[in-house]
């Protein structure tokens, strides 16, 4: 009887451990497949963001450049870099413009033509541009960053007022394509520029810095829109667009 009840305890201990045995294999395998899933889903986002990311730069690359306006080369006094003017004159403007500001466009091809002949050309007033992209703050083109830096890439060459200018002649809209990075070079080619230079400077976004530091400085001045104009510092027409007549009369104010 001893013998049969050691190996009927030795056959249940045998059961029981294989038993033990299944469960941990069946724990094994919810465990990989659990795995597995969490893998796929990871694999799954990962392509979704990645084609989200793809997608407009397909679109973009396959996107015609479409006609570019040419401009003819104004003609502005003393220019140095963005600014234009004698540096020693006894009044100084500073304008805060966005390239895809329509309110900046109208501003330029208006007031600021008027300001150059009688102001600055007469030796009145320095006139210095500051870069205030804000207007693709919330949008995944960034046609505002990138004008402003290809306008510094013309800059390296000399060409920064020329470029601002055949910036507002090709502007069709916010964010809607006319500033895109095709374009941008573009524009570059058709003013001649060096565009192995040029082109070298655009892609590592040469001037991210610089664009960053004027736009937090008129936001420490109290910049909220654009253009955002000073006549020696006093802010002139805040909100709105400064006419020439508000200028004039905010710098004969300040004339000695």
Known sequence: MSEITSINKQSRATSGAGKKQILQERRRKKERRQQLITFAIIGIFVVVVAGFVAVPSIIAAATPVGAVIAINPSERPQTDGMSMGDPNAPVR??????????AC???????????????????????????????????????SDQAANASLCANEQGRFWDYHDILF??????????FADKR???????????????????????????????????????????????????AVAPGYIPSYEQMQQAIEAALP
Not at 93 to 102: G, R, T
Not at 169 to 178: F, L, Q, S, T, V
């Open 93 to 102: 403007v500073d304008v805060y413009e966005d390239f895809q500001c329509p």
């Open 169 to 178: 002649a090709n502007w069709d809209g916010e964010n809607e394509g006319g």
């Open 105 to 143: 466009k109208s501003f330029t091809e208006d007031v600021e033509t008027r300001l150059i002949e009688a102001y600055i050309k007469t030796g009145k007033i320095y006139y210095v541009f500051h870069h205030f992209p804000f207007l693709d703050d919330r949008v995944l083109t960034k046609e």
């Open 184 to 234: 941008l070079i573009a524009f570059a080619d058709n003013l001649g520029l060096d565009m192995d230079a040029f082109n070298a400077c655009f892609a590592e976004n040469r001037y991210k810095s610089q664009i960053t530091a004027d736009l937090d400085l008129g936001r420490q001045i109290g910049v909220t829109g654009t253009p955002g104009v000073f006549v020696n510092g006093n």
